[in-house]
């Protein structure tokens, strides 16, 4: 199997990490083989898992060809980890001439793919050629998206990205699922904006959807997901609820 998942939206701030590090960690604890590339090079989700400098190398020396995608991999309490660091930022220029850039990705994650059940890609965010390898690489794309004004605005572009990238570098590639993040019910702009969703994406907005929790704040300063660092959260319970419904969609 070996399933690759991009957690995208270029978008900064609307729980791409969050729902990366968590869904990772929760399909984990449900007894999958679970594979979590950052592919930011803020590196939360690196942080996320407390896996900084824990690591020889990092996604940037798999991307510029200095290093081999297994010894990238670290081992985690939760699932295995592929660490970023801001280096990663400079692989977008030097790549810039090298034929087959968008690639790179894809390459790499093929030689370990079979390794695992899944593969989630946290996306940076942009619309650059680090997102352009992760649309490249995946089979289906992840959007977290927040409920708030702008919310579809920005959306069109991704999805005129995907399309773009179907009709030539990935025709398989499918939305996996929108997640509704910073979800707070208890407002009408929530409501509508939910709503407005719906009507876009129908069957594809996960029925569970993430409230806002302080908890899920606060966890990756520990370095931990969200399961461990306060297992009856509300934001512990909704993201194991979005990997069993992950898993229900994927049977
Ligand atoms: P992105 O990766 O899309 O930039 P993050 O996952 O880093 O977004 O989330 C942006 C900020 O919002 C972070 O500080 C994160 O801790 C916080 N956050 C994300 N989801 C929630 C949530 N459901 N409740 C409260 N805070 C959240
Ligand atoms: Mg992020």
Not at 33 to 51: E, I, K, M, W
Request: hydrophobic share 40%.
């Amino acid at each position: 199997m070996g399933k690759i998942i991009a957690v995208a939206n270029q978008k900064g701030g609307v729980g791409k990490t969050t729902t990366a590090v968590n869904l990772a960690a929760c399909v984990a604890a449900k007894q999958r083989r679970v594979l979590l590339c950052d592919f930011d090079p803020q590196g939360n989700a690196t942080s996320g898992f407390g896996a900084t400098d824990q690591g020889k190398y990092t996604i940037y020396d798999v991307m510029v060809g200095a290093a081999e995608i297994g010894s990238a991999v670290l081992r985690t309490k939760w699932c295995d980890v592929i660490p970023a660091s801001i280096d990663l930022a400079a692989a977008e220029v030097e790549l810039a001439t090298v034929e087959g850039r968008e690639r790179r990705l894809k390459e790499a994650l093929g030689r370990i793919k079979e390794d695992y059940d899944y593969i989630f890609i946290d996306c940076p965010p942009s619309l650059g050629v680090l997102t352009l390898n992760s649309l490249v690489a995946c089979d289906t794309v992840l959007v977290p998206m927040q409920c708030e004004y702008y919310a579809l605005e920005g959306l069109s572009q991704l999805v005129n990205s995907i399309r773009t990238v179907k009709r030539s570098l990935n025709p398989k590639i499918d939305i996996e699922g929108i997640v509704l993040t910073m979800y707070d019910g208890r407002t009408n702009l929530t409501i509508q904006v939910a709503e407005e969703i719906k009507k876009f994406f129908g069957e594809k907005v996960y029925s569970t959807v993430v409230p806002r929790n302080v908890r899920l704040s606060e966890a990756p300063s520990h370095g931990m997901p969200i399961i461990a660092y306060e297992k009856t959260s509300r934001g512990a319970e909704a993201y194991s609820a979005i990997a069993d419904e992950f898993l229900r969609r994927n049977r």
